[in-house]
């Protein structure tokens, strides 16, 4: 007996759009809009440029896998409703801001694993407080490591040495991002202080984090140059336990890959009761995220530095209304 789904609806698309709309993006910038042909039953996801951060992230990079994070969890949250993602990435050459088409008009496969990972949406938070120094399970790790390789990248855990030459690249990157003024002004312009704070995008000075005191985690201090809400100081995770994902090549259609791979490793380790928040400054400057490489590895090209473990979970950052993303036509 064939097994059909209703037809698809604005009802049924407004909710699968803001469960896609919890993905993380870089400053919470949210560059995603989202189009559903009413005809068809297909929702497009396109980039939006003018959420585009050309100083931390000249080629686009960040905004594809930040886009790329956004369509895994339409994926997780179509199969969670009983629909199967029929996904094309770049679908139209002429068209490079349309970067997806999801349809959806077939049934979820039952061998489909995706739907026990929607609780974890809602879930998911950026953490950029204190973890704990509990070592992560092997199992655990293997886990997301196929969260990864599912999704056509890779996840490493670098050793102790990569682990120090992380840090200082990203110490590096902080110095460098203190010295450009253009690049703290971007900066200033995504973080939120006081009345701002409400704001539907961005990151609230609520969600900071305490200044570091001691510890080796790289937490970047959002408050740089502004008054704020006093989280105080804290003592962080003496050795961070990180994890590099990359893929073999470096293009738009690699980045929307590494981005879907990066909310699967994200909800795998949410629902693995880890919190996590990604370490992007070293990456943001191409001579440093070259270097954060490990030469040891078959990894081309790292796309993001994750720091895991355990600890509370981090406050919630706002998301902008479904209205404001998704175009029905």
């Known amino acids: 007996m064939s097994v059909s789904v209703p037809a698809l609806d604005t ?6 759009v803001k469960d896609a709309t ?3 993006s870089l400053h919470n910038a949210q560059p995603w809009r989202f189009r559903f042909l009413h005809a068809t039953g297909v929702v497009e996801l396109y980039a939006d440029a003018q959420r585009s951060l050309p100083q931390a992230d000249p080629q686009g990079r960040a905004l594809h896998i930040s886009c790329g994070a956004a369509l895994f969890t339409l994926r997780v949250a179509a199969v969670h409703a009983g629909r199967e993602p029929q996904v094309t990435l770049l679908p139209d050459r002429t068209r490079p801001d ?3 088409t999801v349809g959806l008009s077939a049934p979820a496969a039952p061998a489909d694993g995706l739907a026990a990972l929607y609780p974890a949406i809602a879930r998911r938070h950026t953490s950029r407080l204190p973890f704990a120094d509990t070592p992560i399970p092997s199992a655990v790790r ?10 056509h990248a890779e996840l490493v855990f670098p050793g102790p040495w990569h682990v120090r030459m992380l840090l200082d690249l990203t110490q590096d990157a902080a110095w460098r991002e203190a010295l450009a003024p253009e690049r703290t002004e971007e900066l200033a312009h995504w973080t939120h202080r006081g009345a701002d704070a409400a704001s539907d995008d961005g990151i609230p000075d609520y969600a900071f984090g305490p200044r570091r005191r001691g510890g080796g985690a790289p937490v970047r201090d959002f408050s740089a140059g502004g008054r704020t809400a006093d989280l105080g100081t804290a003592d962080f995770e003496r050795v961070p336990q990180l994890a590099l994902l990359g893929t073999a090549d470096d293009r738009p259609y690699d980045w929307l890959r590494a ?10 380790a949410t629902a693995h009761e880890l919190v996590a928040s990604l370490t992007t400054q070293a ?17 081309g090209y790292v796309q993001a530095a994750i720091r895991l473990g355990y600890g509370p979970m981090g406050p919630r950052s706002p998301r902008r209304p479904v209205r404001d993303v998704l175009e029905v036509v």
């Open 22 to 24: 919890a993905a993380p």
């Open 98 to 100: 349309l970067l997806a």
């Open 283 to 299: 990456l943001e400057w191409q001579d440093l995220r070259w270097a954060a490489r490990d030469p040891l590895t078959s990894m």
């Open 11 to 16: 009802r049924t698309v407004t909710a699968l």
């Open 142 to 151: 293997d886990s997301l490591r196929d969260a990864a390789l599912r999704e």
């Open 259 to 268: 981005g879907q791979a990066l909310q699967h490793v994200l909800l795998t």
